[in-house]
């Protein structure tokens, strides 16, 4: 089966720019549509960006249009999150998994899910 692992997050201060991978070990999973979420302690899990397989559609949290993007490297099976102008309320453990089932954005849709990387921005 796919393993997501994640990696590339650190600590960044406001307005810096970071980009985190989503690397798949076991077998490929170029025809995937894939997501990006992210959680902070207490809260539940948040929709960031996916990716379709098919025609290389984006979708994006309106809390970071215009300041990320995510794109895909299928020669490395890798995923990417390019993240620019950052903000201490993107601080959180950002997460990227498969899309399986149901709305693009709920996260009870998606399963292998990596352990995460935490991005902390500070102020």
């Known amino acids: 089966q796919v393993q997501l692992v994640e990696s590339g997050g650190e600590l960044v201060q406001a307005g810096d720019s970071l980009r985190l991978s989503c690397a798949a070990s076991g077998r490929t999973f170029s025809t995937y549509s894939l997501a990006w979420f992210r959680q902070v302690p207490g809260k539940e899990r948040e929709f960031v960006a996916h990716?379709?397989?098919?025609?290389?559609?984006?979708y994006y949290a309106d809390s970071v249009k215009g300041r990320f993007t995510i794109s895909r490297d299928g020669a490395k099976n890798t995923m990417y999150l390019q993240m620019n102008s950052l903000k201490p309320e993107d601080t959180a453990v950002y997460y990227c998994?498969?899309?399986?089932?149901?709305?693009?954005?709920?996260?009870?849709?998606?399963?292998?899910w990596g352990q995460g990387t935490q991005v902390t921005v500070s102020s």
């Open positions: 998994a498969v899309y399986l089932r149901g709305a693009y954005y709920a996260p009870d849709g998606y399963g292998f």
């Open positions: 990716s379709t397989w098919s025609g290389g559609s984006t």
